[in-house]
C-alpha cells in the first residue's frame, strides 16, 4: 500500500458566512509533487494554511502521516512553508534565517551550522550566509526562503505561489530547478498556483479547485487530455467548445449535430442518451488545417480563415464554421517560413478543419 | 518641563549640527541651515547659557542673582543636609518613579498596541481615535477627576464603604502610588501611539514563518517581534520617560505635599524660595542627566542619535 503524506478527509472552512473550502477530501502521497490548482478565490491558499497549521478547519479532519493534526499548533508541526513574499526575517543574516527552525529544535550548533552550509549549496547560494535579505535579489530571497524550510527536513513542504513575484524567465527557470531539488530530497511538496502552465510543468499530480470545491484530481496528461468539466478544460489551456445535440450512437462513436447542420463524431465511453443536449470539447492544437476535404475517417469540416496570428512557435488561426460557429486552431511551426506560407491560411480563404474521432471530449452539464 | 523639552530637542539638532560643521561645510549649506541655526540661537542657545550663567551666581538677599562664579549651587544639590542628601533623593526619587513610570506604560502598552493593530483597518483607527480621546480635556481636568476617584470620600472608597469591605477609607491618593497611577494614565498614549506605528508596520506572514519554523508564542516575541518593533519601543519609551521625569503637576496634586518630584523643587527654587541660580543648577543637572540617559537607551537600542 502507498503511504499517504497527508489527508483531507471532508474537510470544510467558512470565514463568517463564507465559505472558503467546502467539504474536500484528498490524499497526497509520500513523495510527490502535488498542485492545488485554480483561481483566485477557489480556496488553494486556504487549504494549504489547514495543512500547515495557521487555520483550523470548520469542519472534517486533516492527517500528516497518519496522524491527526486538530488542535496541533503549526510550531509543532511537522510542515515547512514557502510564504509567496518569502517571509525572510529581515533582522537575520541569511544563515540566521536558515538556521532559525534548527534552533528552535534546540539542535547543536556545530550540526547546525553544517546543515545550514548543506542547505545553501543544495538551493546554490553557497558562501551567502552573513549577506542580509535586502542586500539579495528576489530570485535569491526565494532560494533562501525554500533553504529555510528545507534544512528541518520535514514531512511536507507547503509552497504558496512561490514564484509569483518572479519574472517568467526566472521563474520558468525555477521551475525546473524546484522539480529537480524535489526529486533529490524526497519530500513531499504541495504546491499552490493559480498559474496552469507551471502546475502542469512541476506536479505529479494536480488538484483542480474551484469555488472551494476540489474538480479533478489527477496526472497533468489527464487533467489536460481527460478533463472532467467544461470549467477544467476551459481553466487548463485552451480548449474549443461546441454546444450540440446527441443525434446517435453506434459502435463508441456518438454524432452530434452542432447548429445549424455541422455534424461530428466523437469517441465516446460513457453512456450518453439521444437528443441530450452536450458539449463538444476539442483542443486547438489537435485540429489539421487542409485545403481539400479529408477522405479518411474522422472530422473534417469547411470553414473560412478570420484570423491569422503568427507568435513564433505557433501559429493561430480563428476559423468560422457554418452558422457562425467560431472554432480556434493551433499549428506548430515546424516547416520553414516559406513553405508554411503555402501551407497556411490566409484571411477570406476556404479551408477544412479535421480532427480525429478520439481527440474530441464529450462533457455533460 | 518646557524647559526641559526643549533641550531635548535641541540637544539632537546640535549634535548633529555639529557633525555637519565637522564634515567641512563649506558657504552655500551654511547659508541654507542659516535659518535652523538662528532659530536654535535664539530660542536654545541663549536661554541655555542665561541658565548656565545663573547656575553658577548666588541669591541676592532680595531674591536677585548676584553673579558670583560659583559651583555653590551644585555641590549644594550633592550635600547631606540635616543628615540627607534631600536633593540627590528627590532625584533618585524621581528617577525611580520615571523609569517605573515608563516599564508600566510599556508593559501595558505594547499587547494594547498589538491588540489594535492586528485589528481590520477601520476599526484600528477608531481604536487609535479612542486612545486619543483623553487628549480633548485638558490634562489639569483629568487629574482632578482622578482625585475625585481616588480620594478618601471618593467613587471607590465610598463604594467599598458602603459594601462594607473595608471599615476605613483606604489611603488611595496623595501617596507615590497615587503619583504612579496619575503619570500612567497621563502617558501611557504616548508610549502606544510610536508602538502603534511600528508594530503596524510589522509584516505577519513573519510572525506565521516564525510559527512555522517552530517557534511558539513566547519565542517569536522574543526573536521576531520584539527586534522588529525596537524603534517603536525606544521612541515611546524616551517619549515618556523624559516628560515623566520632569512631572511637576502629578506629583504636586495627587502626590499632596509628600512626593516631592524634580519638577516641584523646581518650581519651590524658582517662585517660592526664589532662589533661581539653585534652581538653575538643578535644572541643568535634570537636563545632563536626560540627555545622558537618551544617549544610553539609544545606544542599547542599537541606534545612534
Redesign the interface.
Known sequence: MESIAVELRNVTKRFGSVVAVDAISLRIRDGEFFSLLGPSGCGKTTTLRMI???EQPTEGDVFIAGQPVAGV????RN???V???Y?????MTVAQNVA??LE??RVPSAEISRRVTEALDMVRLPGMQNRRPNQLSGGQQQRVALA??LV?RPEVLLLDEPLGALDLKLRKEMQLELKDLQHRVGITFVYVTHDQEEALTMSDRIAVMHLGDVLQVGTPTEIYERPCCRFVADFIGETNFLEGQVMGREDGHVTVIIPPDIRIQVAAHDEVAVDQPITVAVRPEKIRLVKEPLTSAGNCVPGVVQEVVYIGTDTQFLISLAGGVMIRVRQQNRISASEQFAYAGERGEQVYVAWATDSALLLGE | MALVDHERNAGGWTSRLFRRFRGGTTGPVLGLISPAALWLLAFFLIPLVIVLLVSLGQRGDAGQVVYTWTLKNYARFFSQIGGRYLYVEIFARSLFIALLNTLLCLLFGFPLAYFIARQPRNRRNALLLLVMIPFWTNFLVRTYAWMVILRDTGIINNLFLTLGLIIQPLPLLFNRGAVIVGLFYGYLPFMVLPLYASIEKLDFSLVEAAHDLGANALRTFQRVILPLTMPGIVAGSIIVFIPSIGAYVTPDLMGGAKVTMIGNLLQQQFLKVRDWPFGSAVGFILMLTVLGATLLYFRSGGKTL
Open positions: 500547515a497549521g495557521f499548533p503549526a510550531f509543532e510542515t515547512n512553508m510564504f509567496q513574499n517571509a525572510l526575517f529581515p533582522h532559525f527552525g528552535m529544535k529555510r524550510a528541518n
